[in-house]
């Protein structure tokens, strides 16, 4: 196993009112390496505080998180990274300055930083790019900036938050396809957030699927699929219709609650 | 050379235009409005004599030093308030008292305790330029978007990274926005503390040719002040663009 999550829980207190609120209840999964596993849940099932976690961006309130490889002495140091749904840029860098912003801050020298982070433009497609800053790029363009940025730093481990909701419809397909495309290139783990149905059963090798508030695991499905998929293959149908009950009902609750 | 730049070049030579046949033809008053080219000719005999530059150099001095040292005693802690709780709850009381006092008001003050000579003016140009800085700076850092933290974070920013390379770059756009209207304000500054207690500097060449009723010098004076505050905003815009590229500008 690359990662084990034992048992995690989050509370939050509110703290205008002092209420708790659970938004991770006793998680537990074992992810192996070269993975592309989804957690798939409606929105506030605590799916992208799980990620967080995972990052060690947030500390949970019960359970811990177990990288037993690097324990074992095969991590690089920087385990995981992560693509923010907002891309989470640096405006003020260029392309070739955010992508190389990890070894930067990890004192990589200058000439071999920006060479890495030209191969890295050029994996993404971005070549010809690397001088633009963030805003004058398209969405699209600038998730790929925040891929190549969390590729930078070589993590084992790649930690997705619905990085592409916020696109249009055509463009969120293109980059599925590369989404695909580097995972099989790299080898790396993928860990994905999405609470679209249709793109977990694309891209997920296995989806676990989450309760609404609070996130507990609901339902754990193999995805043995081979790739490329299609919505209207009878196997995927097939898949999609098995969570499209399940997923309906955890929709229900979390907007009824 | 489009419409508008032709209306607006229009606008300023039919003004001065009609201005000096008004003063020519006797129809007003050379004491209370001199025409155009007679505050030209003035301006250009107190040039060629030094006494114009030498009122601004002795003024601008004043304006730069004050200026300088309020300004980078704004960006830090306001960088340090921004970022730090414990300095912004230290900060936050005493910002909230000085900052609405009109800073001429300390004027009398700084007098006191710093005496007649150049200090005194300095002292009140750095307060009235630290505060402005100080707020937009704050703001500044309160503007830049979390999840750009967390982004340097997991991508291994050390805490002094985290200020050099997000928080510092983040807020340099308020920053900025806090030297502009710092800089109008060193110049309204700077003309108030020479209207007393020194024999030198712009504000003392306008306030003295006032009480001589030499209106020509006064309006060299305030023509004098306008042009330093073009320069100024012109060489602050430039620096801003240098500084910070990324920014959108619209026009």
Redo the contacts between chains.
């Keep these: 196993m690359i990662l084990e999550v034992r048992g995690v829980g989050k509370v939050w207190t509110i703290e205008r009112t002092g209420e708790h609120h659970v938004a991770l209840e006793s998680v537990s999964l074992d992810v192996a390496p070269g993975e592309f596993l989804i957690f798939l849940g409606p929105s506030g099932c605590g799916k992208s505080t799980l990620l967080?976690i995972i990052?060690?961006?947030e500390a949970p309130s019960a359970g811990e998180i177990r990288f037993p490889a690097a324990a074992a002495g095969g991590g690089n140091g920087?385990l995981?990274?992560?693509v923010?749904q907002?891309y989470?840029l640096?405006?003020?860098?260029t392309v070739i300055a955010n992508v190389a912003?990890?070894p930067?801050?990890?004192h990589m020298p200058r000439g071999a930083r920006l060479a890495q982070a030209q191969r890295l433009i050029e994996l993404v497609n971005l070549k010809g790019f690397e001088h633009r800053?963030?805003?004058e790029l398209s969405g699209g363009m600038r998730q790929r900036v925040a891929l190549a940025?969390a590729l930078a730093?070589d993590p084992q481990i790649l930690l997705f938050d619905e990085p592409l909701a916020a696109l249009d419809s055509q463009t969120r397909r293109v980059l599925q396809d590369e989404l695909l495309r580097i995972w099989a290139e790299t080898g790396k783990t993928f860990i994905y957030v999405t609470h679209s149905l249709q793109e977990a059963v694309l891209l997920g090798s296995r989806i676990v699927l989450m309760t609404a508030s609070p996130g507990r695991v609901k339902r754990v499905l193999d995805v043995p699929l081979p790739r490329p998929r299609h919505l209207t293959g009878r196997a995927e149908a097939d898949i999609l219709d098995r969570l499209d009950a399940d997923l309906s009902d955890e929709v229900k609750r979390a907007l009824a609650s | 050379m489009t419409r508008t730049h032709l209306r607006k070049a229009g606008s300023v030579l039919l003004l001065l235009l009609a201005w000096q046949l008004l003063v020519q033809t006797g129809r007003l008053s050379e004491l209370f409005l001199p025409a155009p080219l007679s505050v030209l000719a003035r301006m250009w005999e107190m040039t060629r004599s030094g006494e114009l530059p030498w009122a601004v150099l002795v003024s601008l001095n004043r304006v730069l030093q004050g200026f300088v040292y309020g300004a980078l005693a704004g960006i830090v802690l306001g960088l340090l308030a921004g970022a730090v709780k414990w300095i912004e709850d230290v900060l936050d009381p005493w910002v909230a008292a000085v900052y609405p006092i009109p800073k001429s008001a300390l004027f009398p003050l700084f007098l006191l305790w710093f005496g007649l000579g150049d200090q005194s003016k300095i002292a009140t140009i750095a307060v009235g330029v630290l505060f402005l800085v100080l707020v937009n700076t704050v703001t500044g850092v309160k503007s830049i978007n979390p999840t750009l933290l967390k982004a340097a974070v997991d991508l291994g920013a050390s805490r002094l990274q985290i200020f050099t390379k997000v928080i510092l770059p983040g807020a340099l756009p308020n920053i900025f926005t806090g030297l502009r209207l710092g800089a109008g304000m060193a110049l309204i500054l700077v003309f108030i503390t020479e209207i007393e207690a020194t024999k030198a500097g712009l504000g003392f060449l306008l306030w003295e040719a006032f009480q001589l009723l030499d209106t020509k010098q006064v309006f060299v004076g305030v023509v004098t002040f306008g042009m330093l505050g073009v320069a100024s905003t012109w060489l602050l815009q430039w620096l801003e663009r240098l500084g910070c590229p990324w920014v959108q500008r619209s026009n």
């Design positions: 967080q990052a060690g961006l920087k995981t990274s992560m923010f907002d989470a640096f405006p003020w860098r912003f990890g930067e801050v990890r800053y963030p805003h940025r730093n």
